[in-house]
């Protein structure tokens, strides 16, 4: 998958099936946030998911649009880190991480 980081840097992390979203930027070394481990207790993991991707998505359960109203800068293709499951239809899954979810 790639992330793309808020200076444009884009950033290609492989990770197995099953694997998070947030998972998967850890895994990439990019510092993001995440602060309720993945428990979907915060939208400290809020991405963006690129609109050719948006669509191939899950859609967000209830409780994730109820944490996605918490978020910062949300976007009508934001999504939680936590609740995007990587598989093999997601190769190549393109993602923006806002500025704000990024640690110093």
Not at 19 to 39: F, H, R, T
Not at 75 to 83: M, V
């Amino acid at each position: 998958m790639i992330f793309v980081l808020p200076d444009g840097e884009r950033r290609h992390v492989e990770a197995e099936s099953g694997v998070s979203l947030l998972e998967a930027a850890y895994l990439g070394g990019i510092p993001v946030e995440g602060a309720c481990g993945g428990s979907m207790a915060c939208a400290t993991c809020h991405m963006i998911v690129e609109d050719a991707w948006f669509d191939r998505l899950d859609p967000p359960s209830e409780e994730e649009e109820e944490m996605l109203d918490l978020a910062e800068g949300l976007t009508p293709t934001s999504r939680l880190g936590c609740q995007i499951r990587l598989s093999p239809a997601l190769d190549g899954l393109v993602v923006r991480v806002p500025a704000h979810i990024l640690l110093d």
